[in-house]
């Protein structure tokens, strides 16, 4: 018997910053200022010595234990409401709230219960800051550099991007989820399977991890395959089959329907778990609510894209099941 802890899951193209028509007016300013110099001058930047050099300095100086970096922030947030400030043009750019997972409200959560995007908002609560690379200050230039994702010639324009992360971590940080296919959004399996030794003695269990993402990113739906990962397959052949290696050809047509049935039994639970709300139902809710269910509708895109390939091998192998046992039949008549 196979014990199964399930867990949803964590992980396109590079993901381009929205647009945003109403701060286009700002955004070209912006973007004269950004791109000439080319390079982010050291005027340009909060900086430590600029603090010094305003007028506030002397009520935060007075504060025990703070780190610059702190200073910086709380600067940052008088600065924003003063209508003098040279800093201004930016801070008109940011958005009036910050609509990400980590605002989600308690109906948003309790929509996303037994999701991983419910398990990564709660932990990602716990963690602060999130981002570990910063641009730094070239010594040399003066000038703020960032460090680059992919190679970028010279003269070439290059572009903001979030990084190759699943849906539930955008929306968990940015509040968003693309609008294209995401090859990073995946559903994880732990799987807990009992282990015997080389004299067939029973000894503890041991896990082993592997993924499952929508099967329509496969190239190979032939029998064998089905659109599913080749590591998680063959470790349930094996599994059910006693062996401790996968096996290299696949004539055991019953252990190959078990394997299946197995990956139906994991994943029409979780598509029962999904529950289905309908489309008018959706018109009032909340932001968080409504990207909250449109991540429930991505995770059970997935899970119904597995069940129906598992269902459509079923079908395949009871019909080779069943045409060699026509072929066995026959073979015993002409003997």
């Not at 801070?91 to 409200?105: D, K």
């Amino acid at each position: 018997m196979i014990k199964l802890k399930i867990k949803f899951s964590s992980m396109s193209k590079k993901n381009r910053i929205p647009d945003n028509t109403r701060h286009r007016e700002l955004r070209q300013k912006l973007m004269k200022m950004i791109l000439w110099p080319p390079e982010p001058s050291q005027k340009l930047r909060c900086s430590r010595p600029m603090l010094q050099r305003g007028g506030d300095f002397h009520i935060l100086k007075e504060l025990d234990g703070l780190s610059p970096e702190t200073m910086l922030l709380l600067w940052s947030m008088m600065e924003r409401y003063n209508s003098e400030s040279k800093f201004k043009i930016f801070f008109e750019t940011l958005p009036e709230t910050f609509n990400t997972g980590l605002s989600f409200g308690i109906e948003a959560l309790a929509a996303l219960e037994g999701t991983l995007l419910f398990e990564e908002i709660i932990q990602a609560k716990e963690l602060c800051p999130h981002i570990i690379r910063y641009g730094r200050v070239d010594s040399a230039s003066k000038a703020l550099k960032f460090s680059l994702s992919r190679p970028c010639r010279e003269g070439e324009q290059c572009y903001l991007s979030y990084g190759n992360f699943s849906s539930s971590h955008l929306i968990t940080f940015y509040g968003f989820m693309p609008k294209g296919e995401n090859l990073y959004d995946v559903i994880p399996l732990d799987i807990d399977a009992p282990q015997s030794d080389d004299f067939g003695n029973s000894r503890e269990s041991e896990w082993t991890a592997h993924m499952v993402r929508g099967t329509w990113f496969s190239s190979n739906h032939e029998l064998f395959n089905y659109g599913l990962p080749p590591p998680l397959l063959n470790y349930l052949r094996a599994t059910l089959n006693g062996s401790k290696l996968p096996m290299e050809t696949f004539v055991d047509t019953e252990n190959e329907m078990a394997v299946l049935e197995t990956l139906c039994s994991i994943f029409d639970p979780m598509l029962e778990g999904l529950g289905v709300l309908e489309n008018d139902q959706r018109a009032n809710l909340g932001w968080d609510v409504k990207l909250a269910l449109d991540f429930k509708d991505l995770q059970r895109r997935i899970i119904s894209s597995v069940l129906a390939s598992c269902s459509a091998g079923l079908e395949t192998l009871q019909r080779l099941g069943l045409k060699e046992s026509m072929n066995a039949a026959a073979t015993t008549e002409d003997s």
